[in-house]
């Protein structure tokens, strides 16, 4: 297994034709915001109490590595910077030791102190107890973008796999760029076509790494005309909350399940808690009936809150309240 070292110093709207506000929390945000600008990526536990939890940042493909390199540079900030051990695990990548390299220079430009990586090819490998121990000292993982089911085929239910999720349990920050991205959910799309009307056999799912419960992840979503397969899961899965995110875009998950958008494009949310379909009667690959389910896109600086499934604030900062108050 190639191990390599190197230390250095929304507005929501419905898709059917009964357009509805959308129910909001009033609660201030000084919180949140002061908790995405601090170092310290550990700011609440898995279950939301006070506690040790890491930050899961989903990319979808092709951040900036070149320019202002924000989803970078937010990444090696909750890692740590200088004081970060930073692992990369390019499992999923077709260029091998390369795509690792791409990313020790661009977190070796943004200051981070140690960066290690990982490529196990074989199941055998990722349930090697070595490749385990790279990451005990973790404050990040990043995973890379490549096949997404390569990923979770070799890495899943491995003592590679129960480790990331350990790093992530006690504070490290866990990355993923499209393919990682995608591998981070419960839910995984494995493969499937573009378009933007849902039809049956579109889009099929397998079990992911499980960092990220109750939800499936798409990426290079508007890029590569992906809201129609996004549809056809949520109507074929209504209690996944499916989550589309544009290129050089981040979805920062906190532990406390509130999710902050940054990047230069949108998340789009499909919440299908009270969709009617017919996705159960579905033939062929004829398009499915899908009415009820609710879209949310989320430019960048907006916050919401995955647990109700509603808008925390805009892009402005301000809080939006119910028009009852």
């Known amino acids: 297994m190639p191990v390599t070292t190197t230390p250095s110093s929304s507005c929501p709207v419905r898709l059917d034709l009964n357009p509805t506000g959308v ?46 390199k924000l989803i970078a540079s937010r990444f090696a900030t909750f890692a740590g910077g200088g004081d970060a051990h930073v692992v990369v695990i390019a499992t999923a990548s077709s260029l091998g030791d390369q795509a690792i390299e791409v990313y020790r220079d661009l977190f070796t430009g943004l200051g981070v102190g140690t960066i290690e990586g990982l490529r196990p090819d074989e199941r055998q490998q990722a349930d090697d107890p070595a490749a385990a121990t790279t990451l005990a000292a973790a404050t990040g993982v990043f995973l890379t973008g490549g096949n997404q089911s390569r990923l979770t085929q070799v890495v899943a239910g491995t003592r590679l796999g129960d480790a990331i999720a350990n790093a992530h349990d006690r504070g490290a920050v866990l990355a993923g760029t499209s393919a990682g991205a995608s591998a981070m959910a419960s839910h995984m799309v494995a493969y499937g076509k573009p378009g933007t009307t849902p039809k049956n056999r579109m889009v099929h799912l397998s079990a992911g790494l499980g960092i990220l419960d109750g939800m499936v992840i798409d990426q290079h979503f508007e890029q590569r005309g992906r809201i129609g397969r996004l549809l056809a899961l949520v109507a074929q899965s209504p209690s996944l909350l499916g989550v589309g995110i544009d290129e050089d875009t981040c979805a920062i998950v906190f532990a406390d399940r509130t999710l902050q958008v940054i990047g230069k494009g949108a998340v789009t949310i499909v919440d299908g808690r009270h969709v009617k379909t017919d996705a159960y009667r579905g033939k062929g690959y004829e398009p499915l009936m899908v009415s009820g389910a609710i879209l949310h896109s989320l430019p960048s600086d907006t916050w919401f809150d995955l647990r109700r499934r509603e808008l925390l604030a805009g892009p402005d900062g301000r809080i939006e309240r119910e028009a009852s108050e």
């Open 23 to 68: 129910p909001v929390r009033a609660d201030p945000l000084d919180t949140l915001h002061a908790m995405a600008e601090r170092a310290d990526p550990r700011p609440f536990s898995v279950s939301g109490a006070p506690g040790t939890a890491g930050p899961v940042m989903v990319v979808g493909g092709a951040e900036d590595k070149m320019r202002d």
